[in-house]
């Protein structure tokens, strides 16, 4: 026996039409939420640039970037770290264009260590700054793995990109990438250290 309802469907091709009604709903939802999703990658892309640079292929957002070192950024007034800032006040701008193209002042690092002097005059620094973005093509560095293959020598800096994250400020937005350098500094300032 078939019950008929007032447009003339059965009650079995009501249901059928439900389903498939709400399959298309599940299908639209599913359609909606890739849209939603390519947007918001197409937008990140937008943010992110790529740029090759020396060894290595970055994925970066210079303003986010470049926002992040123009804040206040509490530094250490140490003698070396001192010294190291003056420095970098004078080191060749083509050395310093590293820093120019990647967003980075090198006068606001985040971490920054000395190791006495290394040869004539010159001392030697360690130290690490933080860029957003992420590294897609080329090697890292590691503790212990800092050489040819990861690293590059431009001027009296040696530069990689840290695998694993350290001193990075609390505000700094993700995704972070570690810029970690070694460096030939003279000796600048009046003052001497007593070592
Ligand atoms: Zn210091």
Redesign the pocket.
Known sequence: MQEYFLNGHSREERRGKVESFSRFLRFKGKIEVYLFWTIVKSWVRKQMKQISIMKWLLEIEVDKTRAFYSKDIEL???L???NFMEACKHVNSPDMEIFTTLGINPLKPSH?S?FGEIEDGLRLYIGSYHIVGKLVKGAYCTDSVWNDTNTVEVGDFTFGFDKDLMFVHDEFPSPVLQLRFEARIPWVLDRKPED
Do not use: N, S, T
């Open positions: 250490c007034d140490c070396y770290c001192g920054l000395e």
